[in-house]
């Protein structure tokens, strides 16, 4: 009885990583990250297929309230969906977890950005070509980590000195959006 149950254990997690697989190559080759529900984005996909290059704007200020946008990087050119934190109209992408087992594992794409910081911004169809440039201190980490605060989870929509120390610390890895 043991040794069938062991058995189906084994076929069952062979299937799951088999299916995993699957999801993750298929998902990789989709124009953008891929989204099952309005709620509920994956944020993996394949480089953009569509889309307008256009300059990127003067001022980010259009994006202060939309909730995520699409980024792709190059190399590798797949896509995800991340938060952006807008700043006296600078844009901002962060990435948290990046302490974590978890986060290190999830969050790839940050690596990525250390040999080719290179990145593609889908918003409604615009494809803006930029890079990012990350800060890994100074006193727009807090500004910045305070917005984060306010736009996702309702905090006071004032700067809190001590909200740049997840950045200060690598849990949390700030990208300011550069011009190419």
């Known amino acids: 009885m043991l ?7 084994v ?5 799951a990583v088999f299916a995993s697989a699957i999801a993750m190559g298929t998902m990789r080759l989709h124009d953008g990250p891929v989204e099952f529900w309005p709620w509920f984005t994956i ?3 394949g480089p953009f297929r569509s889309g307008e290059v256009v300059p990127a704007p003067e001022n980010w200020d259009f994006l202060r309230d939309r ?9 590798p050119a797949t896509s995800r969906t991340v938060w952006v934190p807008v700043v006296d109209g600078q844009l901002y992408i962060v990435s948290g977890y990046m302490n974590s087992t978890l986060g290190r594992y999830w969050k790839q794409w940050p690596t990525y950005l250390q040999q080719d910081n290179r990145i593609r911004i ?16 100074g006193p727009i980490t807090a500004r910045v980590m305070s917005e984060v605060a306010r736009k996702y989870f309702g905090a006071p929509d004032t700067v809190n000195p001590q909200a740049g120390e997840s ?12 011009d190419r």
Do not use: C, H, P
Not at 67 to 75: A, G, M, N, V
């Open 43 to 45: 944020s993996i996909g």
């Open 167 to 178: 950045v200060r610390n690598g849990s949390v890895w700030l990208f300011e959006v550069a």
């Open 3 to 9: 040794r069938t149950t062991l058995r189906w254990l």
């Open 11 to 15: 076929m069952l997690i062979a299937f």
């Open 122 to 137: 889908r918003v409604d169809g615009s494809i803006y070509e930029q890079r990012l440039v990350r800060i890994s201190d």
């Open 67 to 75: 909730q995520e946008i699409e980024i792709q990087t190059l190399q």
